[in-house]
């Protein structure tokens, strides 16, 4: 039984664009199975039409108003905070369909008692450290996002408590999980690259991802061949006088291994382009001073998101385990693919990793060189909970609609396809010609299409 989380502030404010913009913070507990456990503050901003008519509304008009159909928006990630609702492009989609709008920062993340290093070590030791972030995974999130729901409609009709819930990529997992523990709670799901495998490890999902990371790999080198020698060049400088030979300004080790995770953008819209980029700079800056520049290091620097997003890089793996270890799956994965080699003397192109997590990062990484025991404890644990009930998921009675890339990097496409068949009654739009951004690289083509599924429009 879930209750509802405490408000402890609201306060609002407008916006450009005609938007009327609360910010709340509410209080619930940080282990849902233990109720009296130490508070855990979570922060979400809404958004709402503001408009100033001829005529001032009534009582009755307004108290109407305030009762408009909410819709959840949970971030992809996981450990990625909301932007605001007036910085996202679609929200006036959302805002015009008459919803209001919702993004919560997910528990770790954003102002929701955001997860780093230092605030991990006023926890207690690494043990309770491991143990504190086993609560920051989709179970806890929907748990939240449930007591949230309660909180924000206590007063109202009970046939109106239900909201709408959208989500990107982790928060389609989310959603899942959602639809699984507490489906009476939500009047329709959209999905946006988020049908999630439904596994109890991540080493098919790693099996799978490596896969589609080689195809990005041959398209990158196929649209920009003269890269092959270039990042042969940059990788041979890194690894001169080994890992630690280029350092950052946030005192990390850009090492070759980590420097060849900037594959992690391939898969957006635009993403080759991108590391494209960034070699052709750091190719350059050897040509001309033999060394990298402050500058060009701190480009790449700023294309990972680890550092600042430690959930993203230490529970990235746990979030697809039920009952069964991590065990470090990506790095396991990768040492039977000889062609993820990091020879630069070799013939064959040095491939780019994706979305991937690996053990040497705790040593790579500013952030994560304090956390080696609580991500070492958390790769070993066994005991993670379901996520997902397929009996209820069977007999699903909550409209769902998703968008489903066929292209996709990060969530491999036949196992969305699959979860999408477990679900029952959810409509799925497909397309070759949009990444797993397209939520925010595509918001008109890739909205309009999933709002047609929901008009029941499509032919």
């Given amino acids: ?30 282990h849902w199975h233990k109720a009296d456990s130490r508070p855990l503050r979570l922060f979400a901003r809404s958004a709402r039409k503001a408009e100033k008519p001829a005529e001032p509304a009534s009582g009755e008009d307004e108290a109407k108003k305030q009762q408009t159909p909410w819709m959840l928006f949970l971030q992809g990630g996981p450990g990625f905070g909301c932007r605001s609702p007036h910085e996202m492009a679609w929200a ?18 954003g102002l929701s008692s955001a997860v780093s290093a230092s605030t991990l070590g006023l926890r207690g030791d690494d043990e309770t450290q491991a143990n504190y972030l086993k609560s920051f ?10 007591a949230v729901r309660l909180a924000l409609t206590h007063d109202w009709p009970e046939e109106k408590r239900q909201w709408s819930v959208a989500g990107q990529s982790f928060g389609g997992f989310c959603i899942t999980t959602y639809l699984s523990m507490f489906p009476a709670g939500l009047r329709e799901a959209f999905f946006f690259g988020g049908l999630p495998p439904l596994v109890k ?39 001169r006088f080994g890992d630690s030979t280029v350092r950052l300004s946030g005192e990390g080790s850009l090492s070759a291994r980590r420097f060849l995770q900037l594959g992690i953008n391939f898969g957006f819209h635009g993403g080759i382009d ?61 040492a039977t693919l000889p062609e993820y080699h990091t020879d630069p003397a070799q013939d064959s192109p040095l491939l780019f990793t994706g979305e991937m997590v690996f053990p040497w990062m705790l040593d790579d990484y500013t952030e994560l060189r304090g956390l080696k025991r609580q991500a070492e404890l958390l790769a070993a644990a066994d005991d993670w909970p379901a996520l997902y009930d397929e009996e209820q998921l069977a007999r699903n009675e909550v409209p769902t609609y998703a968008a489903v890339y066929m292209e996709d990097m990060y969530v491999d496409f036949d196992f969305s396809i699959q979860t999408a068949r477990k679900i029952k009654g959810c409509k799925t739009y497909v397309t070759n010609v949009m990444y797993h951004d397209a939520v925010r690289s595509r918001m008109d083509e890739v909205w309009r299409n999933i709002w047609a599924l929901r008009d029941d429009v499509i032919d």
């Fill in 1 to 30: 039984m879930i209750s509802a989380a405490k408000i402890i502030e609201q306060r609002s404010h407008m916006v450009p664009g005609k938007i009327k913009i609360t910010e709340y913070f509410f209080e619930v507990p940080t």
């Fill in 92 to 109: 006036h989609q959302v805002l015009d369909r008459g919803y209001q709008l919702l993004c919560l920062d997910q528990r770790g993340t």
């Fill in 137 to 146: 995974r989709a179970d806890s999130i929907v748990r939240d996002c449930e």
């Fill in 201 to 239: 490890n991540p080493d098919e999902v790693y099996q799978r991802a490596f896969k589609k990371v080689t195809q990005r790999n041959e398209a990158y080198y196929q649209k920009y061949p003269e890269d092959v020698a270039r990042v042969k060049q940059i990788v041979s400088l890194l690894q």
């Fill in 274 to 334: 991108a590391v494209h980029e960034l070699v052709l700079r750091a190719s350059n800056d050897l040509d001309v001073f033999g060394h990298l520049t402050r500058p060009t290091r701190s480009a790449i620097e700023a294309a990972f998101p680890f550092d600042d997003h430690i959930i993203y890089a230490i529970l990235h793996e746990p979030i697809y385990c039920q009952g069964q270890p991590a065990n470090w799956s990506a790095d396991r994965i990768r």
